[in-house]
């Protein structure tokens, strides 16, 4: 029975890429809203790399294309999609999609990719930086002054806020960096 349903997938896979390539007017365009970093380790081959906090200087060219191609929208697993998802719809973008799982459930899939340089995503970089501030504040608590366990403290209580808010100040603040930025404007 699996093998007929996986038969029945297939099948329907070729015939949308057949639909596709016969009518190129309505393929989806893939917009990737990772960092560049994230996007040059790995991408969807054809996808256009627009990053979330970048999003808003592409809305009129979004909703222009969006009249002629259905957009998809990727990030690594979902989560910054849903705001840029959102963030489309309020603001009048209907031809737009998630793509379910992310760039890793389309890599698990072993659907087609496009790799380049692996480098530390956002999430990596939150994750080292707000690592280290805790190592400094911990050695600098016990070895120069009781008072420097308050970074760490502070560190701690910005990790929950992220978790319970599905927010990152620093993630939103990293993403300002240069080298999370796009390099060559379209």
Known sequence: MST???????????LSAQ???????????????RTPQEF???HISGAR?????DLHAYLDELKTLSHEHPIILVCRTQNRVKIA??????????NCEILEGGITAWVDQGKPVVRGQHRISLE?????????LILI???????????????PAMVGAGLLHAGLTDSCVMGMLLSKLPM???????
């Open 4 to 14: 007929m349903l996986e038969h029945l997938e297939e099948k329907s896979e070729k």
């Open 19 to 33: 639909r596709e390539r016969s009518n190129p007017a309505k393929a989806p365009i893939y917009i990737d809203v």
């Open 40 to 42: 040059e380790g790995v």
């Open 49 to 53: 790399n627009i990053p979330l906090p």
């Open 85 to 94: 998802y959102e963030y489309l719809s309020k603001h009048g973008l209907t």
């Open 124 to 132: 990596g970089q939150v994750r080292a930086i707000a690592g280290g």
């Open 137 to 151: 504040g911990v050695a600098l608590g016990f070895t120069v002054h009781s008072g420097f366990f308050f970074l």
């Open 180 to 186: 999370n930025r796009i390099r060559n404007s379209p």
